[in-house]
């Protein structure tokens, strides 16, 4: 009788198994990304928690602090982005590559 409850027992950790990756998979799944020029302006970048956001499509981009100190708004108002979001979650998203509109490889 005991070995038909680690048979069980075998089966029930596979299955959570099987169904804990197919679920991370499916979340993995549901990430965009999307690569676009905007033009920023101060009512596009705020703060909350200590922490930048960029406000782009609707959704709050967090912003490094490295692209935070990036953007010049007395000089350029116009950069390309890249950013993260996940379908399945309301208001996330990150920014993961931001440059000045025009801006060269080897530029600053």
Known sequence: MSQL????LFVIFVLFIFIGVFAAGFYTLSDVLIEKTVKIDVQNIIEKDGKN?????ERELL???DFYDKIELEKYNEYKIK???NRLKKNDGEVVVLKR????PWGK
């Open 101 to 104: 509109y025009g801006e060269q």
């Open 83 to 85: 950013y993260v979001y």
């Open 5 to 8: 409850s680690k048979s069980k």
């Open 63 to 65: 912003l490094s602090k």
């Open 53 to 57: 956001y960029l406000l782009i499509d």
